[in-house]
T-cell receptor, first 114, second 111 residues
C-alpha cells in the first residue's frame, strides 16, 4: 500500500539554526499538509499546499515557517531560526483531494531543539 | 483552543471486550469525522471516515456520529492486544482543509 515517507526520523538542531524536514507524499495525491504534535498535546494543523501554493495555514505557521515542493515528489517544511518551543513531532500528510478527502500521514520527524 | 475534546484515558480492557471511545466538539460547522489509530513512534493511521450523522461499520469497528449532540464514538468489538494504541478523533468543516484533532485516548487490551 502506498505511504507517505518522511526523513529524517529524528533531527537534533541547535537553537537558532535552520532545519528542513522532508516528505514524499503518495504519488497520485495533490494536496499536502504539515502538522505538528508537541509531546503530550494535540496534533495541530500547520499548513496545506495545493497547486504549488499555500491554500490554508494556521496561526502557528508564521514567518518562521515555509513550505516548498522543489520537484515532482518532495514536499519540504523549512523552519528558520529554530526556538526551543519548536521541539515536536512534525507529520506530513497527503490526500487525493482537498476538504473532505481523508488525509494519510507519514510516521513523522521528531525535531529536538537544544 | 478546545474545539475537540477527548478523554485521554488511559483505558485498559481485557481481550474480547467491547471498547467505546468518544469525542465531543463545539463547532457545528464540522461535517466530516475521522478516527485515526496511532501506534508508538508511528504516524496516525486512518481507521474510519464518516460524513454527517449516522453509523458506519467496518469489520470490528463501528463509528457513530450524533451531530445534534456534537458527539462521536468509535466502538471496537472483540478487542485484540494488537488494538493497543492511541486513538485520535479528527474532524473538519465543509470548507477548508484543516483537520482538528482530539488529544487521543490511550488504549491497552490485556491478553
Amino acid at each position: 500500500e502506498p505511504e507517505v515517507t518522511q526523513t529524517p526520523s529524528h533531527q537534533v538542531t541547535q537553537m537558532g539554526q535552520e532545519v528542513i524536514l522532508r516528505c514524499v507524499p503518495i504519488s497520485n495525491h495533490l494536496y499536502f499538509y504539515w502538522y505538528r504534535q508537541i509531546l503530550g498535546q494535540k496534533v495541530e494543523f500547520l499548513v496545506s499546499f495545493y497547486n504549488n501554493e499555500i491554500s490554508e495555514k494556521s496561526e502557528i505557521f508564521d514567518d518562521q515557517f515555509s513550505v516548498e515542493r522543489p520537484d515532482g515528489s518532495n514536499f519540504t517544511l523549512k523552519i528558520r531560526s529554530t526556538k526551543l518551543e519548536d521541539s515536536a513531532m512534525y507529520f506530513c500528510a497527503s490526500s487525493v483531494g482537498g476538504g473532505i478527502q481523508p488525509q494519510h500521514f507519514g510516521d513523522g520527524t521528531r525535531l529536538s531543539i537544544l | 483552543q478546545k474545539e475537540v475534546e477527548q478523554d485521554p484515558g488511559p483505558l485498559s480492557v481485557p481481550e474480547g471486550a467491547i471498547v467505546s471511545l468518544n469525542c465531543t466538539y463545539s463547532n457545528s460547522a464540522f461535517q466530516y469525522f475521522m478516527w485515526y489509530r496511532q501506534y508508538s513512534r508511528k504516524g496516525p493511521e486512518l481507521l474510519m471516515y464518516t460524513y454527517s450523522s449516522g453509523n458506519k461499520e467496518d469489520g470490528r469497528f463501528t463509528a457513530q456520529v450524533d451531530k445534534s449532540s456534537k458527539y462521536i464514538s468509535l466502538f471496537i468489538r472483540d478487542s485484540q492486544p494488537s488494538d493497543s494504541a492511541t486513538y485520535l478523533c479528527a474532524m473538519s468543516a465543509n470548507t477548508g482543509n484543516q483537520f482538528y484533532f482530539g488529544t487521543g485516548t490511550s488504549l491497552t487490551v490485556i491478553p
